[in-house]
């Protein structure tokens, strides 16, 4: 080895710790200037890797049977819990108390509270096909009030189903107005129609409430005044039954009348209004006998007294001398008390504007009448199997 290959090897030989330097000979070179030392450095993070293709793939050697993939498992779906019905809201001292006391002490609900959860209960209770309840009751007691508190309630209770008011007082019936009174359609708009097939089809043809119950109005919106007959009224009954689960019909105010007749052959219970004096009780035992003698005693064992103090000037010794009345003849009776919201007109709020006792008597009564639909479940079946059905 010559000296310049020594020379090479020595110099590209790395340092050991501790040896001195060997340096060729001649004179030595002079010692480099010392520098600062560089300031500490950050680890540099380290670089991901670079994104590798899938491997291609091969093709299979002939003859072979082709492997498909598996395919992706389907997700798990949840079933969801059921819905509480919820807990009725505190009022008066007990809601007072539970403020003043953080939430620390809750009395619990009152007697008031149990029932309208009893009651809000047994509206929910599981009812399969098609149920109708009839309103009667003479001029002037507050029949269509009752009509359109009771179907409000079936709607605001019974989300899953259709619930619809239907107006077959031929008398200038007002039952559109107390539910939407921009409702433009009637019985006319309803059957004249040969291609009404969906809901929706049928629900532009119907008011509806904010609460969810619609409407059909008797009277047409504009034009010359049509008298309801009876095959107008079976007409859009079929139709109606085909996409409402329940039916609350306004009757008129005449028991002799055609359409009334039509009506009472097709109902599952009854509400008899009578206003909480002699001569509206008269009346209301005279629509009873008159059920009887028309060989309708089925449909009586299913009908409900409701007394309702439309004015608010009723005596009380008088109501209770009444309801006993009707009780001792085996009929349920249901006292209504006045309610400022009810007596003016305009469209009833079950949910906001009704004072709470009052609510609490028309749960009562559609509770009752929930009763009787549960307890009479093959007419729904049979309107079904019929033809009439949803």
Known sequence: MNERDEFLRDRLQPAQPNTPAVYPPGPRPKDPPATPPLPPQRPTPPRPPAFAPPPRPTAPPPGARRQLPDPPAAPVRQAAPPLAAPAPADHGWRRILRLLTFGLVKPGPSPAQQQQAQYEAAIRNVLRGIHKVGVLGK?????????????????????????????????????????????????????????????????????????????????????????????????????????????????GSTMDSPVTHEVLRDLDALIVVSSPWADGASAAARTMEWLSDQGLSELLHNTIVVLNDSDGHADKRTRALLAREFEDHGRPVVEVPFDPHLRPGGVIDVSHEMAAPTRLKFLQVTAMVAGYFAARPDRGHNRQATGEGR
């Open 139 to 251: 001029g002037g007691v507050g029949k269509t009030s009752v009509a359109a508190s009771v179907g409000s309630l079936f709607a605001e209770l019974r989300r899953q189903d259709h619930v619809v008011a239907i107006d077959a007082d031929t008398a200038f019936g007002r039952l559109s107005g107390r539910i939407d009174p921009r409702s433009r359609g009637s019985f006319w708009e309803l059957t004249s129609d040969k291609n009404l097939e969906s809901f929706t089809d049928v629900a532009e043809r119907v008011g509806r409430n904010p609460g969810g119950l619609y409407v059909l109005a008797g009277e047409p919106a504009s034009g010359p005044r049509r008298v309801l007959d009876p095959a107008i009224y079976r007409e859009a009954a079929l139709r109606l039954d085909r996409h409402f689960a329940i039916s609350v019909i306004d009757c």
